[in-house]
């Protein structure tokens, strides 16, 4: 039988958990990395003949499957990794609520486009709020709950357990203090370091170490080993590179492509900015926003002579650094 095939990003993001239940269970697969800063997927992905096109994926003979809860239900029913008994399903179903609340709770403080809008008093103000508000309470919750718990079942392991260790290792990665406040988060956390499949994958240099994409503040491919720091950030170096080639972004393939990827993270603000507002720019993009996505180099090429100038724009930059927004 031809192995399972899945699609994902090049980096660690949603697809982790999923890598690590394959490798635990020792399954083979083909794995297809899309880099971000091309248009390789938005060319493949109507393609495909899914019902709901989208990273990740998974293909296994005639099952076809998007969205990462679904393919890691999909995977916990074949490999004997899900709940046994009506009790321990909803248990996994809130697990699966809560995970990922915490999943998308990071990604809007991580990801500057989505932290303007949740965290606006700045970057030091928003780690309190973030740490404070949103993200310890929950840990708070999860440590009362891995009292004597060797995994989140008790003494049986479900795929829940691999996304869990994976939002715990991001977490302890940007902020190395964090998990020491938690016991048994932390026991539970330095004991699946250890289990097959996770200590397959971290030990090895054949997946992607960046937790995030280039546009994430924290644990894109710059620096995603290092703890957070807003002094430090990852997206700064992948916007002076923009800003580097803006003069020749319309012959060098790679700064389109560069372009491409950073496109929807302009898009928030554009239509806020005055000067992009009233100018070509805005206009254009207004005209192709409902199939912007599946034509990127096009709209790549109308545009960058106006994008250019605008982020060669010290003010502007300054104003965009100051929202949050870029």
Same mark, same amino acid.
Not at 125 to 133: C, D, F, V
């Given at each position: 039988m031809a192995p399972m095939i899945f699609g994902y990003w090049d980096v660690r993001g949603i697809f982790q958990p999923i890598r690590y239940v394959l490798?635990?269970?020792?399954?083979?697969?083909?794995?297809?990395?899309?880099?971000?800063g091309t248009n390789t997927w938005f060319e493949q992905k109507a393609s495909l003949g899914m019902d709901f096109p989208n990273l990740p994926y998974l293909i296994d003979g005639d099952?076809?499957?998007?969205?990462?809860n679904a393919i890691l239900h999909y995977l916990g029913k074949k490999y004997g990794l899900v709940?046994?008994?009506?009790?321990?399903?909803r248990i996994q179903d809130m697990f699966d609520g809560m995970l990922w609340d915490i999943t998308y709770g990071a990604a809007m403080f991580f990801y500057p486009h989505m932290r303007g809008r949740m965290y606006p008093d700045g970057l030091e @103000? /928003?780690?309190?709020?973030?740490?404070?508000?949103k993200i310890k309470p929950k840990l708070e919750e999860l440590d009362r709950w891995m009292a004597n718990k060797r995994y989140i079942f008790g003494d049986t392991m479900h795929y829940n357990d691999f996304v869990l260790f994976e939002r715990l290792d991001a977490h302890h990665t940007a902020f190395p203090d964090l998990l020491a406040q938690y016991p048994n988060l932390q026991r539970f956390y330095h004991d699946m370091l250890n289990e097959k499949g996770v200590e397959t994958v971290l030990g090895s240099d054949k997946w992607s170490k960046a937790?995030?994409?280039?546009?994430?503040?924290?644990?894109?491919? @710059? /620096?995603?080993?290092?703890?957070?720091?807003p002094k430090t950030r990852s997206s700064v170096g992948f916007r002076k590179r923009l800003v580097d080639r803006g003069a020749c972004l319309l012959t060098v393939p790679e700064a389109l492509s560069c372009l491409s990827a950073i496109?929807?993270?302009?898009?928030r603000f554009i239509t806020l900015h005055p000067i992009c507002r009233?100018?070509?720019?805005?206009?254009?993009?207004?005209?192709?926003?409902?199939?912007?996505?599946?034509?990127q180099y096009d709209i790549a090429l109308s545009i960058a002579p106006v994008l250019c100038s605008v982020l060669k724009s010290p003010n502007l930059l300054r104003e965009i650094e100051s929202r949050n927004r870029f």
């Open positions: 490798e635990h269970v020792g399954e083979q697969y083909e794995f297809k990395s899309y880099s971000v099952v076809q499957l998007t969205q990462s709940a046994k008994n009506e009790k321990d399903q @103000e /928003g780690k309190s709020t973030y740490l404070n508000a937790f995030n994409g280039p546009q994430a503040d924290w644990g894109g491919p @710059e /620096g995603f080993h290092q703890p957070w720091d496109m929807w993270h302009c898009s009233g100018g070509v720019f805005y206009q254009q993009f207004r005209v192709r926003e409902s199939t912007w996505m599946n034509r």
